[in-house]
């Protein structure tokens, strides 16, 4: 075979291999973009939101999204929709923003590396929850609620910092 034959059969396999690879986190990827897809719309018509900003996925006792976003009065506001519950509509105004609930829990552990803070639900209560690490080695991760309306501390469970085999 030529040299121009090889970069052919090269060239085509490498398109192949992109295009299968494509089609395969289209379909692994779909579920996911119609879920969201599905609450930011039943959103949108619970709470008659201008603008979606965030989209937060939480799973706890029970599988929640909620919707960040500005309704028509431009006020900001937070959508819950839960499993078996019709959508619950919170004005940011009501609750603890969460870069304040950031600065109250940084110094209180100033150690911590903060992973990842957004609302969700615990137990039917709505909630802000902290995932982090507390900095030491080996690395222990965290999980800290907090009351979404006023930032009072509910429960914290930490995971195992390794698994048995």
Not at 69 to 83: P, Q, R, S, T, Y
Not at 143 to 163: A, C, E, H, V
Request: charged fraction near 25%; include cysteine.
């Amino acid at each position: 075979m030529t040299v121009q034959r090889w970069l052919f059969v090269i060239i085509a396999c490498l398109l192949l291999l992109l295009t299968v690879g494509f089609i395969y986190f289209n379909e692994i990827q779909n579920p996911q973009w119609a879920a969201i897809k599905a609450a930011k719309k039943q959103a949108i018509e619970a709470a008659e939101l201008t603008k979606v900003e965030k989209v937060y996925h939480h799973t706890w006792n029970k599988e929640t999204w909620i919707i960040e976003g500005i309704n028509k009065e431009d006020e900001n506001v937070f959508v819950w929709l839960a499993e078996e519950k019709l959508p619950e509509v919170t004005k940011a105004s009501e609750g603890i923003s969460a870069q304040d609930l950031k600065a109250t829990f940084k110094s209180k552990q100033p150690k911590a590396v903060v992973k990842r803070i957004q609302p969700g639900l615990l137990e039917g209560q709505r909630v802000w929850e902290i995932y982090y690490s507390d900095g030491e080695n080996p690395a222990h991760y965290h999980y800290d609620f907090y009351r979404f309306d006023n930032g009072n501390f509910i429960d914290s469970y930490k995971l195992p910092s390794r698994t048995e085999p």
